[in-house]
C-alpha cells in the first residue's frame, strides 16, 4: 500500500493516492489531511519518493507503522532525505490497509508540504521551495542565493555541489516546526542551514532555512551577507564535523560573507572593538558554550565577530589558500581533541598560544 502511495506521489497520481487513504475526518491536530499534503507537493519537483516501514503494532483493524520517508529533490540531492513518520492505519471492508494519519514521528519534524502549498523558483544555482509566499518574493531569494554560490566558489574552491535549496515557510513558527524546535529559540536568527555535519558526496543536499520574520527587517546588504554566510556552510559540511570549532565554522562562514564587501573590521565587529576600546580583549578564542543563543546578544556577537576576526588574520596573514587548508586540515582530524594544534603546527607553523596571542594583537591593531 505504501508502495503504491509513493508511486501516485511520483506520478501526480490523485486518484491512486486517494485510494490509500482511510475515507474518515483526519485526527485533530494533523497539519493538514492526505488530499491536502498531496497537493501541496504539486510544486515540489521529485525524482524519488518511497517508504522503508522500520515499527508495525498492529490491534485488529488498527495499527501504527513507523516509517522513513526518503525522497530526493531533482537536480539537488544525491542521496535521499529522510523523514521519519509515524502513520495510522485502519483496515478497509476489503481486508486493505489504509492511511487514516501521517505525521512527524516523534523524533521527526514538519515537511514544508505540511504547511501549505509549496512554491518552486529555480534560479542559475539555487531552489527556492515557498509557503504563502509570492512568485516575485520566492524570485528575490533565488537572486541572492545565485550571487552567493558563485561567491562562496571564489572564497573556497569548487569541491561542492556548487548549488543550494532554500526554504522559505510563512512565519518564525514554519521555520521552528521544520527544525523541530521551540519558536523562541530562532526569534531572532535570519536563517540557518540544515545538513549532516561530514557529510560524504552522496549525502543529501543541504538545505538553508529562512526565518521570514527576521530576514524581512534586514536590508539588502544583510540579506546578501546571510544567504552568503549560510551558502558557505553548505559548501563546507563535508570538511565540517565534531573536530571543527564553531569559532573556525562560523567565523569562515562569515569571513566568506563579507569578503568582497569591503566593510572594515570596525563595521563588522562593532561588540568586539566596543570591549577592545574598553580595554576587555578576549585572553581566548571564543568558545562554543558563546554561540548559544541567549539573552546576551552581545556576548553571541562578540563570538561570531571573535571567529571572523581569526579567520580574517588568517587570510591576511598566511593567505586565503592557507586558510582554506587549516579549516580543511581541522576537520580531517575527527575529533576535537587536539584538531586545531595539530592544524594551526601542520599547515600554519604556529602554536595555539602564539596563534591566540597574534589574534589578540590583530585585535588591538584592527579595533582600537
Not at 497537493?39 to 490491534?59: C, E, I, K, M, Q
Not at 505525521?103 to 504547511?115: D, H, M, N, R
Not at 537572486?143 to 566558489?153: G, K, Q, S, Y
Not at 558554550?289 to 580574517?312: K, N, V
Request: net charge negative; charged share 25%.
Amino acid at each position: 500500500m505504501l508502495d503504491r502511495r509513493a508511486a501516485a506521489v511520483l506520478e501526480r497520481d490523485a486518484a491512486a493516492y486517494r485510494s490509500t487513504e482511510a475515507p474518515t475526518a483526519a485526527p485533530t491536530g494533523q497539519l493538514a489531511t492526505g488530499a491536502a499534503e498531496f497537493a501541496n507537493l504539486r510544486g515540489l519537483p521529485l525524482t524519488s519518493w518511497s517508504y522503508d516501514v522500520t515499527g508495525f503494532d498492529r490491534s485488529g483493524d488498527r495499527a501504527t507503522a513507523e516509517a522513513a520517508l526518503r525522497y530526493r529533490i531533482r537536480g539537488y540531492d544525491k542521496a535521499p532525505v529522510t523523514a521519519v513518520r509515524t502513520l495510522s492505519l485502519v483496515r478497509a471492508d476489503g481486508g486493505a490497509w489504509q492511511v487514516a494519519s501521517d505525521e512527524p514521528s516523534e523524533k521527526g519534524t514538519e515537511q514544508l508540504w505540511e504547511q501549505g502549498p509549496i512554491r518552486a523558483v529555480r534560479g542559475e544555482h539555487s531552489l527556492v521551495l515557498g509557503v504563502g509566499r509570492s512568485q516575485g518574493t520566492l524570485r528575490a531569494y533565488a537572486e541572492l542565493a545565485d550571487r552567493a554560490v558563485p561567491a562562496v566558489t571564489e572564497a573556497w574552491g569548487e569541491d561542492w555541489a556548487r548549488r543550494v535549496v532554500v526554504l522559505v515557510p510563512k512565519s518564525l513558527e514554519g521555520m521552528a516546526g521544520l527544525l523541530g524546535a521551540p519558536a523562541s529559540g530562532y526569534r531572532g536568527i535570519a536563517a540557518v542551514t540544515t545538513g549532516e555535519a561530514g557529510g560524504s558526496a552522496r549525502a543529501p543536499a543541504d538545505r538553508i532555512i529562512i526565518n521570514p520574520d527576521a530576514y524581512a527587517v534586514l536590508g539588502a546588504f544583510g540579506k546578501q551577507v546571510v544567504l552568503t554566510h549560510e551558502t558557505t556552510h553548505v559548501a563546507t559540511r563535508a570538511h565540517t564535523d565534531a573536530a571543527t570549532p564553531l569559532w573556525l565554522s562560523e567565523g569562515y562562514a562569515d569571513w566568506a560573507g563579507y569578503r568582497t564587501t569591503g566593510r572594515t573590521p570596525s563595521e563588522v565587529a562593532p561588540e568586539l572593538q566596543r570591549a577592545v576600546s574598553e580595554g576587555h580583549i578576549p585572553a581566548a578564542l571564543p568558545k562554543d558554550t558563546a554561540f548559544a543563543f541567549s539573552d546576551d546578544s552581545g556576548e553571541l556577537a562578540q563570538a561570531y565577530e571573535g571567529g571572523w576576526l581569526a579567520c580574517r588574520m588568517i587570510a591576511d596573514h598566511w593567505g586565503e589558500v592557507r586558510l582554506n587548508e587549516f579549516y580543511r586540515a581541522v576537520g580531517e582530524h575527527g575529533k576535537r581533541a587536539g584538531a586545531v594544534e595539530g592544524a594551526l603546527k601542520e599547515v600554519l607553523g604556529t602554536t595555539l598560544d602564539a596563534f591566540t596571542e597574534r589574534w589578540r594583537d590583530y585585535a588591538r591593531g584592527q579595533l582600537g
